[in-house]
């Protein structure tokens, strides 16, 4: 019995490692972009909405890579980056940089005050145009 190993002990002495890193990797390039961006910014978790402004303000959307890049500068993990990202209906996330056509977002109003104003038929008629690189979307107020 001295000698016996537990497939639990003998299973802790033997690590094994990972062949490559897990998620998704940042790229040089973009991080030297974002870095430069926020190169005179103290970085704080609780600003995390303000960063997203200004990257949506530099680039007109948020980039998948530009969210990894900005994972890796706040130390926050991405999944949470994503869900405030997407939880504001202002932000514009976009997978692919490359095939990106830059479009102009168009809000119309949601809201009772601005129903009451016809807010539903002048989204209707702006949708039933075909305009090109302009998205037409509903939206909460914008005051």
């Not at 990797?25 to 960063?51: G, P, S």
């Not at 129903?115 to 998205?135: P, T």
């Amino acid at each position: 019995m001295d000698n016996f190993n537990s497939q639990n002990q003998s299973a802790l002495k033997v690590k094994k490692k990972r062949w490559k890193p897990k998620g998704r990797q940042v790229e040089q390039d973009i991080l030297d972009e974002i870095e430069a961006l926020f190169e005179n910014i103290n970085i704080k978790r609780d600003e995390l909405i303000e960063y997203l402004h200004l990257l949506q303000d530099k680039y007109g959307v948020l980039f998948d890579k530009h969210l990894v890049a900005l994972s890796e500068i706040t130390r926050l993990p991405l999944s949470e980056i994503y869900e405030i990202a997407t939880f504001y209906a202002h932000f514009n996330i976009v997978k692919n940089k490359e095939s990106f056509d830059p479009i102009k977002v168009v809000r119309v109003c949601e809201s009772l005050t601005c129903e009451l104003f016809s807010a539903q038929k002048i989204l209707e008629d702006l949708k039933s145009q075909d305009y090109k690189n302009i998205k037409v979307v509903p939206g909460p107020c914008m005051g």
